[in-house]
């Protein structure tokens, strides 16, 4: 018995639309894998996407800086030495002397003690004299009836020789200042000790011109 022509026609239209369903689900699920196929070859193609990768940021390296190196701190400078009760109460006639406090002149402290040159009063033994001449009264000043003194600054060595003599003040100026050198240069002193050797050792000497 054959079937009716309508029913062909209906069964060849669902046919038909199956077929087209099932073509479309086939494309949709190819996109959805990264499938694309080529019309022209029929080759399938997979389309790959990279993935984006930040770049490490570069580390900064760190330098340690050193702390500053700590200089060495200088030992203050010993005092002065004092000749006062060492040259008071001697006399020697005209003219008089009078000893005053030692001035710090001088202050090498490095190297050989023989080489250092202080003051009375850093040394552990202050200089003492031993031979002291007496100065001579200038003539001129005697003769004018002047009086005076003068002020001078005094070297004295390891061995108690006098080395340099410096003016550091003369009343009346120009009148007592040569004869006071020239005696001070002869006098002779048993040298300053320091930790146990003798150094040298600068002293103020006044030196006074009087008549009476």
């Known amino acids: 018995m054959i079937a009716p022509k309508p029913r062909r026609y209906a069964a060849a239209l669902l046919s038909a639309t199956l077929g087209m369903t099932l073509v479309l689900g086939s494309i949709l699920w190819m996109n959805r894998k990264g499938v694309v196929v080529s019309s022209e070859s029929g080759t399938a193609i997979t389309q790959l996407s990279a993935e984006k990768r930040e770049k490490p940021k570069p580390t900064r390296e760190l330098t340690k800086r050193e702390p500053p190196k700590k200089q060495p701190r200088r030992a203050p400078a010993p005092p002065s030495a004092n000749l006062g009760s060492a040259l008071a109460g001697l006399d020697f006639g005209l003219p008089q002397y009078e000893s005053e406090d030692l001035s710090a002149l001088g202050g090498n402290l490095l190297g050989d003690n023989k080489d250092v040159v202080m003051t009375d009063a850093s040394v552990d033994v202050p200089p003492k004299p031993t031979m002291q001449t007496a100065i ?77």
């Open 136 to 212: 001579p009264y200038p003539v001129r000043a005697k003769a004018q009836g002047l009086e005076g003194y003068v002020l001078l600054s005094v070297l004295i060595s390891p061995t108690g020789q006098v080395e340099r003599v410096k003016v550091l003040e003369a009343q009346p100026a120009g009148i007592f200042e040569a004869a006071a050198e020239a005696g001070v240069k002869t006098w002779k002193f048993e040298p300053a000790q320091y930790q146990g050797q003798a150094v040298r050792v600068w002293a103020t000497q006044r030196v006074r011109f009087d008549l009476s």
